[in-house]
């Protein structure tokens, strides 16, 4: 059996260091065992999916020296590799399902599940589809079908019984029937469920083995209940441990940096943090955890992966890098890597603009802009508050921030000024009450170049991180006051 693998991101956001860690673990099993790694693009949630997520995504992996073999960029023979162009396919065995009696058309509208939700939480009842459609004559279904009534495609989930996922590190996992919901397979706009499109293309690309986060182990038993209603040989299996906060949190962007280009934006090295990723779960025999990606893969024994537990630790990646830079790198190295990163004419010609009318001298240019290069910047807390408001005040504004700046797109400087006005009008302050923190934020002082510009050149990634870090020094938010100010801030409930 030839070995086939694949990771099967979306692109609805900044790359996730998350992928980056699977996609290793991927990558060094087709290596070990000479088979392929394939890419393929998850980007049916059509509400987020952009193509220039799917492009970030891609340089940020080739940056990491992460490379595959069958994709959307490089081709193959399974493919197209866009699940968005693979729609009649998902289309035609959604079909197959329904008309084997394994699945079925449900016709339940937004409301009416919203109203057997509220029911089931006013009997404190476990939530889930009450299977209203289950039953519904196929006949009856294609003529409302032919109506052009809405409708999903539900999988039929057994009333009893127990689906059992083999593990490659965890052995038998057990899964009761009757706690499962019925999946929805197929969305009312034709575009397949993760459930749905992940089976039929892991099939019809030939994956022999699967290895994917922890977190989708709960979904395992759909999948393989999938396998069998289509008469097909399910893949190995193995779900790796998830990458942890220090304190056993799962990682977030809310409390950590998370996104690949934060770290290339701060000024790490791409194989010194797939190094560290490696690290994390599969230390290979030695003393020195310092090692090559060929010098892992040689080593790499999937069955040996640590379930401990990866904790992701920001010193301990430093060192590594640190590592990286005094020994693989000479003078005339180090000067190429500072090119490529920020020291060359297109970032610095996006600078100057910024700095033009704030310069006596040419020696004032670094000093000035001196933010815009640093891994992180130091604010006091005097500066990220406003007169007459209150500390806790200064952090709920930041944390409306992020989620403002999160849905500035596409990215730049007009739409990061839309996204922070949203937040003065929402809480009714000033827009300099907003700003001002902002300053000290993002630059680490009180006054300095048009702030909506350098958060723009920033990217958000750093501007998050830094913002975070000026949360952390007022002294956070809950996570019961950031759940309750959410909840204000997605209805628009002003302050």
Known sequence: MSVRVRIAPSPTGSPHVGTAYIALFNLAFARRHGGKFILRIEDTD???SRPEYEQHLLQSLSWLGLQWDEGPDVGGSCGPYRQSERLPLYQQYARQLVEAGHAYYCFCTPQRLEEVRAEQRKLKLSLGYDRHCRDLPLAEADQRRQQGEAHVVRLK?????????????????EFEYSLLDDQVLLKSDGFPTYHLAVVVDDHTMGITHVIRGEEWINSSPKHLLLYERFGWTPPVYTHLPLLLNPDGSKMSKRR???????YRRAGYLGPALLNYLGLMSFPPPGEDEKFSLPQWVDHF??????????????DKLLWLNARYVREDLSA????GELKKWLLNDEHLGQLVPLMHERMETLGDFLPRCAFFFARKVECNAEDLVPKKREAQEAVQVLQTVLW?????????RDPVEEAIRKVSEFWTWPIREVTGPLFAAIMGQKVGPPLFESIALLGLDLSRARILDAMTVLGGLSKKKAAELEERWKAGKQG
């Open 46 to 48: 059509q509400a987020r």
């Open 404 to 412: 403002a700046l999160e849905g500035a797109l596409p990215w730049g």
């Open 301 to 314: 024994d999937l069955a040996k992966v640590s379930l401990g537990g990866s904790v992701f630790d920001l």
């Open 332 to 335: 005339d190295a180090l000067l």
């Open 157 to 173: 989930m057994p009333l009893e019984g127990k689906s059992v996922l083999q593990d490659t590190l965890r052995g038998a996992i």
């Open 256 to 262: 950590n940096p998370t996104s690949i280009d934060y």
